[in-house]
């Protein structure tokens, strides 16, 4: 393709005349490029990987040699990490697993780069059980991770703790930071953000303080970026700018420049966000040297290519799409919104730049950002406001801290000072995050949605830019096209269903009639409105009332008739179910059940105990009766 398209721009002329030819060639070119770089990158592509070795059995136990590749944040139970394999058994393998270590008293904290042996089966990570969760199977299948593997402790020979890798060595550096920060007087809310802001960690941020971060709609600060990248970018023009004076001194400042930049992305953890932000400002770099002007759309268009060249799954990455978004709309709106009003005064002309950049950031971001997040944080501006401003003294702050530290010259008042300044923001955040009155949750929003609301603010801006004919024709088409998705959504979800939920030891039931749903449960009424499962539920099914009561016995949807058979295990009825759903662990003969009712589906809960479920299984496979298990195959449907 690429030697065919050399051929058409021989036939257009070198002046690139606008040809039919050439266009489409340059299409297909990109196309069979996409193609040709997702399959070389995908994992089971590879000959050496493991599933593609078949010897190599994953439902048995394997001796499993692997290296720590990226620690993540640890759950309740476990320390999880990803890891690379190097052998299974005696062959050499290829490809990446999720490790999940017990946590015990003893916990040993990895390191990336050492290498372990452990002996465990491949065990797969199980889909969402209950409609509408986050799927994060098919979230580490994006990663290339398609089994997981469960450990202890006493169960694991370390064979090597030595770096061989870049990341080994970030890591090393991280923790060696970490180490001399640790001998001051840091709140372990500060060094989690010091962690977050400046070195690209969040595993040891907690749970409460991330939320409060998200609903004042500034948790972008936390996750370096363009913006943290820009920032570091002035600061090094500026600090190496005597440089220049030297024969060949522009050169040398952008290599140095390109160097350290790089540095800081992989200590950072080369996350989606900092190497997308990366690369486009060492595009920017490069051009500064040239002095070339650039055109920002052709910067973020070649930064996003190259990325995607090396990195094809980043397509799919949450960040790296809000990433992009953001900067679009930075550069494409945040003009259009300045004009607006042009202060005299350059303070509040400076606060009045940062107030349009967060309005179109939040503009870029907020469709996808609802589809993902469902909330909307309506003091978002309040936190910005406050904090991007000083943004580039708490970085530059921070990485003179960080440096001390290193050299072991950092003094005990600029470091409690930077503690300070560190609280300040949290309070701040804290504070924005607390006016609940202003955070939208639970909003439903799918991808039509998205597409519709993108469209309408591409046709705005155009508008906005240019007001003629066309134009308004696109915006009218946009807004049709937007009605048209909400009327669709509404017929969609004007629909009756009845759901059998998974819960481990309870029962809960839901029957959805339109917008309203009615669940029944055995739990306690207030633990019950705080499960994840049912708020899911609503807002992927756009509910918009739900009303709870407690369970029946017998339930009816238009076509099917549910006979439910609790631990009394009474079952004797004047008519024959359709399905039965057997809960509560019921001592019955099933066989007898099967023969007087004659159902066409037997369906268990996940209230029963294991055992029984698995006698329950064995006797509809021998009575021929298709047998549903809600710990296996997930939530029950009736539509």
């Keep these: 393709m690429l030697i065919v398209l050399f051929i058409a721009l021989h036939i257009a002329g070198l002046t690139l005349k606008k040809t039919i030819g050439f266009g489409l060639v340059s299409y297909l070119l990109m196309t069979t490029l996409g193609v040709l770089t997702y399959t070389t990158h995908h994992h089971k592509n590879f000959p050496q990987h493991y599933i593609n070795i078949e010897v190599i059995e994953t439902s048995v136990s394997n001796d499993i040699t692997f290296r720590i590749k990226e620690r993540l944040k640890p759950t309740r139970y476990h320390n999880k990490y990803i890891v690379e394999l190097f052998k299974v058994n005696t062959l050499p393998a290829q490809g990446k697993v999720l490790l999940n270590i017990q946590k015990e008293d003893t916990s040993k904290i990895y390191n990336v780069d050492d290498i372990l042996l ?32 469960f450990t202890e402790q006493h169960l694991i020979f ?24 640790n001998t001051f007087d ?41 913006l943290h990248v820009g920032i570091i970018l002035m600061m090094l023009s500026f600090v190496l700018k005597p440089i220049e004076n030297l024969k060949r001194g522009n050169t040398i400042k952008v290599v140095i420049i390109l160097a350290l930049l790089w540095s ?37 268009s070649i930064s996003m290519f190259i990325l ?24 494409s709106i945040q003009p259009l919104l300045y004009k607006l009003w042009l202060p005299e005064w350059k303070v509040t002309d400076y606060f009045w730049q940062i107030f349009t950049v967060t309005i179109a950031a939040q503009l870029g971001v907020a469709p996808i950002s609802l589809l993902y997040f469902h909330q909307f944080p309506g003091l978002f501006f309040i936190s910005n406001l406050a ?48 006016q609940e009155a202003f955070l939208i949750k ?28 066309k134009r308004i024709a696109i915006l009218l088409v946009s807004i049709l096209f937007l009605q048209s998705i909400l009327i669709y959504t509404k017929s969609k979800h004007s629909s009756e269903s009845f759901i059998i939920f998974h819960k481990s030891r309870y029962s809960v039931f839901g029957k959805k009639q339109n917008t309203d749903l009615t669940i029944w449960h055995n739990l306690d009424s207030t633990v019950i409105k705080t499960q994840n499962m049912i708020g899911d539920y609503k807002v992927g099914n756009f509910i918009k009332s739900i009303r709870y009561d407690t369970l029946h016995n017998v339930y009816k949807t ?26 509560n662990s019921p001592k019955l003969n099933l066989k007898r059940v099967i023969d007087s009712l004659q159902p066409e589906l037997i369906i268990a809960d996940g209230s029963n105990y294991k055992s029984y479920v698995k006698r329950w299984e064995a006797t509809c496979l021998k009575e021929k009766l298709p047998f549903h298990q809600t710990y296996k195959k997930g939530a029950f449907i009736i539509k």
């Design 118 to 149: 452990i002996h465990s089966e491949f065990q797969e990570i199980r889909s969402p059980l209950n409609p509408n969760q986050f799927n994060y199977r098919s979230y580490l299948e994006k990663q290339y991770i398609y089994h997981q593997l």
């Design 158 to 181: 370390e064979i090597s703790s030595k770096r061989q890798t870049i990341f080994g060595y970030a890591d090393a550096l991280r923790q060696t930071i970490n180490n001399r920060l």
């Design 186 to 226: 840091f709140k372990p809310e500060e060094l989690a953000i010091i962690n977050a802001l400046i070195l690209g960690q969040r595993q040891d941020m907690d749970r409460g303080m991330y939320t409060e971060y998200a609903n004042a709609g500034a948790i972008h600060i936390l996750a370096v970026s363009g």
């Design 264 to 300: 800081f992305a992989v200590i950072a953890g080369l996350s989606a966000s900092v190497t997308r932000a990366v690369t486009m400002f060492s595009i920017v770099a490069i051009a500064m040297h040239l002095k070339r002007p650039t055109n920002i759309y052709n910067t973020l």
């Design 308 to 331: 995607l060249l090396v990195k094809p799954m980043f397509l799919f990455d949450v960040g790296f799409q809000m990433s992009y978004l953001a900067v679009f709309a930075i550069v």
């Design 387 to 434: 904090i991007i401003p000083f943004l580039g003294l708490i970085l530059g702050f921070g990485i003179l801290v960080i440096l001390l530290s290193l050299l072991n010259i950092l003094p005990e008042i600029i470091a409690n000072l930077y503690g300070r300044l560190i609280s300040a923001m949290n309070h701040v955040v804290s504070w924005v995050s607390k």
């Design 442 to 469: 639970d909003i439903s929003f799918d991808v039509t949605h998205v597409i519709a609301t993108y469209l309408l603010l591409v046709a705005l801006v155009l508008v906005y830019r240019k007001f003629h004919f």
């Design 558 to 583: 238009p076509h099917k008739t549910l006979l439910v058979i609790d631990s009394l295990g009474v079952y004797k009825v004047s008519f024959k179910p359709d399905y039965i759903l057997l809960r």
